[in-house]
């Protein structure tokens, strides 16, 4: 493909080919940034229905009130939107796999004569079909990637009905099924350990554009690995789909301090990828964690069907994976100190706002992370957009996750989205591995199980990733009979949960990476319960074998049977998991040959195959809960890979600690400062200087007896010249305790006016004593004119859940203030009823 280009002043540059071709599909510019008065976010004024109509007529019929074409009941809702936002964690029932539908009216006003109209999806799950009033203008197989309608044709269709344009008011009804129905032959598997979501749960786009438009751009910014040259090929794609096959395109590229360094004119003509410039940057500003340096590209397109721009932003980075070695970024080592991510949220599920997605990402930065891992799915390009501009590295992939290998249309689908994971995110500079699969090697989808075929599949994804990006590598976690496959495995190592103890891990590390070529270890870590804590973090463990091997075998993961393992035997506390990170991240610091890892997870999710956990259908081994609330754990981390002064003593969550009178207890303060001084109730119990070599918390820890009822203690961290604190107080427990035999519930302003309540439940044995150590299941009942925050999916905001310490709490508020009940159970006491008011 040529192109004639000439640069701002008129000067015409030679002919250039870019040798970049991708194969694409009508994304209608997926990634590209139109203005925004041609890209209108569909947010308000839609109504929901669960479950099915007998047929498109059912959406847009004439329905009077209380006649029988009113019903079934629509209820109004907002976009993001997701079927299972409570019931994915309710512990009563199965969470809801079945269609779903949303219908709204659109007023059409497209600037360009001529023009297109088209809906981008962002991401909508898992099966979706679109209409305009009656007629089917789309639909699409995938709940992750995004995907594009155009309806100007079918809108076309319905304005020529007079009679329906009158009935409307001249506005467009639109119409959308979702369907997360239980489907073997679609990916992901439903053995996955996360729900398969249903519901427009990213966001709609409308989108205006001429008749010749942009569909895709195409950066490709490539560095060597000193920083000293940089190549930057731009290409496109055009969407044509009416006469018009040429126009003009100009570009322009800003340094990231925002002066211009190319303004070129091209002549473009539609065809498979139309090249628009082909440059050297020398000494290009390098994009890293330290400093993400993001160039901006705007390309302006202009035919006689009118004028679009888009803009792109990228970055120059060189990676490299050393065989049997580490990572280097700009030539440099660089650790990977990494995490992973589900889209998931409390009170919402799937549905998680910009705001939110924003959020979420600044905390994995504050924690120190500069990597991750996208589990497992194709995740937001907002998502992206944030790696790109806070610098954490990206393993993004497709969701082809447990189950085996399914047929031709399961095949397809898996190709389809790496192609369309591809072709979306390619431009961001974060993204250096493409993920081809996760624990591949779990069958039960189907009768057989045929591990040279996908062995065969899998080589198929590779050579097409490479084919399509071969600026990245490829990768997957948990297959090994495929790990001679990709350029990057991570084997299954669970040092200390499922698999051995925590001082297994360096050396079963070692062994794995020994046995491919480039070694990255994603998913570590193990469970807590928030607000679970435990004076001997590793009782219940004696009976562990350790020496041997860490990674993760079949069953492990269930409460029940196999080998002796944390767990299944341990008390999923805050404070053995807080050792489990901390001795992995001293480990880590001194294993030289280390690409890094990726803690699993960021924060806690929802899954549907874990119905016996503290909190049901949770997993909960994330450093932050569901709601974003941290656990102690995030502070470990924080005090690793944090150069901020920082200083967190553990426990700001547990209020009651228990020991003999004079007992010597631990108290362990979290901080990257050089020094720390801990007073306990005003006296100094003396200053520890920080050293990574020791465990635990880098031996910033002391041993010291409290006294018995209320303690204060305050930690005094320095850093050079800076000074920070912190301080806790807790009451000390001496009174032994038999099994828990009642229930003791007390009420408490929550705070946010005089209607919200904290009821909390505390489990006391006959004497009326505290049961520290009782884990039984406490749940929450409402009567009246209350609201019970529950079905968050968090330790504070679940009506069922385990008790940490004895204890269990839950918000409720009373309606326009009237009167209600809570009531708490807890199986083999009298229950107890609570009356507010």
């Not at 009174?735 to 904290?758: H, L």
């Not at 439940?761 to 039984?776: F, H, I, Q, T, W």
Request: net charge negative.
């Amino acid at each position: 493909m040529q192109s004639t280009c000439t640069d701002k002043n008129g000067n015409v540059l030679k002919h250039f080919f870019v040798a970049f071709i991708l194969l694409t599909v009508f994304t209608a510019i997926a990634e590209a940034k139109v203005p925004a008065n041609r890209k209108i976010r569909l947010t308000d004024d839609w109504e929901y229905l669960r479950g099915d109509i007998g047929n498109i007529w059912e959406a847009v019929r004439p329905a009077a009130a209380g006649s029988p074409e009113s019903v079934p009941l629509w209820e109004k809702v907002s976009l993001p939107h997701c079927f299972n936002a409570e019931d994915a964690v309710d512990p009563d029932v199965n969470y809801y796999q079945g269609p779903g539908w949303y219908k709204t009216l659109l007023d059409i006003n497209n600037p360009y004569p001529g023009g297109r109209v088209v809906l981008e999806f962002e991401g909508a799950g898992q099966k979706t079909e679109v209409y305009v009033y009656t007629k089917k203008a789309g639909s699409h197989t995938g709940g992750y990637d995004e995907w594009s309608v155009d309806i100007t044709d079918v809108v076309a269709g319905f304005m020529a009905d007079a009679n329906a344009v009158k009935r409307f008011k001249g506005k467009i009804p639109l119409s959308i099924r979702c369907d997360n129905s239980r489907d073997a032959e679609m990916i992901p598997s439903d053995l996955s350990d996360f729900n398969l979501y249903g519901g427009m749960y990213r966001y709609l786009n409308l989108i205006y554009l001429p008749a010749f438009s942009m569909d895709n751009i195409f950066i490709n910014a490539s560095v060597d690995n000193k920083g000293k040259e940089g190549k930057l090929d731009i290409s496109m794609t055009a969407y044509a789909p009416a006469n018009i096959k040429s126009g003009k395109a100009t570009v322009v590229i800003k340094d990231p301090g925002g002066k211009e360094i190319i303004h070129k004119t091209c002549d473009v003509t539609s065809g498979e990828s139309i090249p628009l410039l082909s440059e050297i940057i020398k000494k290009p500003e390098l994009w890293s964690p330290a400093a993400p340096s993001l160039y901006i590209c705007t390309v302006e397109l202009e035919s006689s069907a009118g004028k679009v721009s888009a803009t792109e932003k990228f970055g120059f980075r060189h990676f490299e994976f050393v065989e049997k070695g580490p990572f280097l970024l700009n030539g440099k080592r660089l650790l990977l100190r990494g995490t992973h991510r589900h889209e998931d949220h409390a009170g919402v599920a799937a549905a998680m706002t910009d705001e939110m997605i924003c959020k979420e990402m600044k905390m994995m930065k504050d924690m120190g992370v500069n990597f991750i891992r996208l589990g497992h799915y194709q995740q937001s390009h907002i998502v992206l957009e944030q790696c790109d501009s806070l610098g954490i590295l990206v393993w993004e992939e497709i969701p082809w996750c447990r189950g085996g290998l399914g047929g031709p249309v399961y095949r397809e689908q898996a190709k389809r989205m790496l192609r369309n994971m591809i072709v979306q995110h390619r431009n961001h500079p974060s993204v250096i591995l493409w993920g081809l699969g996760n624990e591949n090697d779990w069958p039960d989808d189907f009768e057989t199980f045929d591990k040279d075929e996908i062995r065969a599949f899998m080589k198929e994804l590779h050579n097409l990733s490479h084919e399509w990006d071969d600026t990245r590598m490829t990768s997957i976690r948990r297959c090994d009979f495929c790990k001679d496959i990709v350029d990057v495995y991570s084997p299954s190592i669970w040092a200390g949960w499922y698999r051995g103890m925590i001082t297994d891990y360096k050396r079963v590390s070692y062994d794995e990476m020994q046995s491919v070529k480039h070694f990255l270890h994603v998913e570590w870590g193990g469970d807590s319960h928030a607000r679970r804590h435990a004076e001997d973090p590793f009782r219940y463990l004696d009976a562990i074998e350790t020496g041997k091997g860490a990674d993760e075998k079949a069953g492990d993961a269930s409460l029940y049977g196999g080998n002796a393992r944390a767990s299944r035997d341990g008390e999923w506390s805050e404070s053995y998991i807080c050792n489990l990170i901390d001795w992995h991240l001293k480990e880590q610091e001194t294993m030289p040959w280390l690409t890094g890892t990726a803690y699993w997870p960021f924060k806690d999710f929802s899954t549907p195959i874990r119905p016996e956990n503290p909190v049901p259908y949770m997993n909960q081994k994330g450093v932050v809960e569901r709601d974003f609330t941290p656990k102690e754990s995030y502070y470990v981390f924080q005090s690793w890979w944090t150069d901020k002064p920082m200083a967190h003593i553990y426990g700001h969550t547990w209020p009651v600690r228990w020991g003999e009178d004079g007992e010597q207890r631990d108290i362990k303060v979290y901080s990257n400062c050089d020094e720390v001084e801990l007073f306990l109730n005003g006296e100094s119990k003396g200053k520890k200087k920080r050293d990574t070599s020791v465990f635990p918390a880098a031996g910033l820890y002391w041993e010291l007896p409290f006294r018995k009822g209320e303690n204060t203690v305050r930690a005094a961290g320095r850093k050079g010249k800076e000074t920070v604190t912190d301080e806790i107080r807790f009451v000390y427990q001496t009174e032994k305790w038999g099994a828990p035999s009642q229930i003791s519930v007390t009420t408490n302003p929550a705070g946010n006016g005089n209607d919200e309540f904290w009821v909390e439940a505390k489990l006391l044995d006959e004497k009326g004593v505290l049961c520290l150590d009782a884990r039984d299941y406490i749940e929450f009942q409402a009567a009246g004119d209350i609201k019970m925050t529950a079905n968050q999916g968090t330790s504070s905001g679940s009506r069922k859940v385990q008790a940490y310490n004895g204890c269990a709490r839950i918000k409720v508020r009373l309606i326009n203030s009237k009167n209600g009940v809570v009531s708490v159970l807890s199986e083999g006491k009298v229950t107890k009823i609570v009356p507010l008011k």
